[in-house]
């Protein structure tokens, strides 16, 4: 099965300080791959997803992500965060040898941003 | 379109009891989705299903059952509740077309096995 692979579990930050979250996945053929957010108490959200194309994707809320196939990950960036940024950050793998194309998902990145 | 809803938020049960989260979706999504969330962890897979009258498991089935008599519903049943069984459950559909397009998630129900 897919495992997907998030490094950093919690993630301090002061405002207008740049972000990156790393995730890797185990899979070499052909992914989707998506970065959900989660704020608290709400459900998860999608930021952005890559399917094929142009490896780098931007998303809602000047969040970006990289693919890059031979090192098999997909990190989540921005420029400068902002207090409201605080939330889980999940990276997922749509792997699609599953018969309905099953997510598997990272244990998730807490981000807590200080004013 | 309400999206994906889920009913209850909150439950508390005691061990060996059962019951049944439900979840609705209104888009006409033909996949729909049960995952769990524990602390820490990332969503597991317990069961999904790709059209009415199909369903089949993910990673972590055991304890639970699902039914998918609608396109719209998407029930999930705990017969015998155990504390394992704690956690945070979120349902999601996923449109027909193509394997790229996104999951919606409800807003998930929140279980404690006591």
């Known amino acids: 099965a897919q495992s997907v692979s998030q490094h950093n579990h919690h993630v301090i930050l002061s405002e207008a300080a740049s972000l990156e979250l790393g995730c890797n996945y185990s899979?070499?053929?052909?992914?989707?791959l998506f970065w959900y957010v989660q704020y608290p108490g709400q459900h998860l959200q999608l930021l952005l997803k890559y399917f094929s194309g142009d490896p780098l994707v931007k998303g809602i809320k000047g969040f970006e992500a990289e693919f890059i196939k031979s090192k098999f990950s997909f990190n989540l960036r921005k420029p400068s965060v902002q207090w409201s940024d605080t939330a889980e950050y999940f990276c997922?793998?749509?792997?699609?040898?599953?018969?309905?194309?099953?997510?598997?998902f990272g244990t998730g990145t807490r981000l807590t941003v200080i004013p | 379109n309400a999206g994906v809803t889920q009913t209850p938020k909150f439950r508390i049960l005691k061990i060996g009891q059962s019951m049944t989260l439900q979840c609705t979706q209104d888009m006409n999504h033909n996949y729909m989705y049960w995952y769990r969330q524990d602390p820490g962890m990332g969503l597991k897979l317990i069961y999904y299903s790709v059209g009415a009258g199909i369903t089949d498991k993910g990673e972590v089935p055991n304890g639970y059952n699902v039914s998918r008599s609608t396109t719209e519903d998407f029930p999930l049943r705990l017969e015998l509740a155990a504390p394992s069984q704690t956690s945070v459950y979120f349902c999601a559909s996923r449109g027909l077309a193509g394997a790229e397009n996104e999951q919606f998630f409800g807003p998930g129900t929140r279980l404690t096995v006591l």
């Open positions: 997922a793998v749509n792997d699609l040898r599953t018969g309905a194309n099953n997510l598997f």
């Open positions: 899979y070499g053929g052909t992914v989707n």
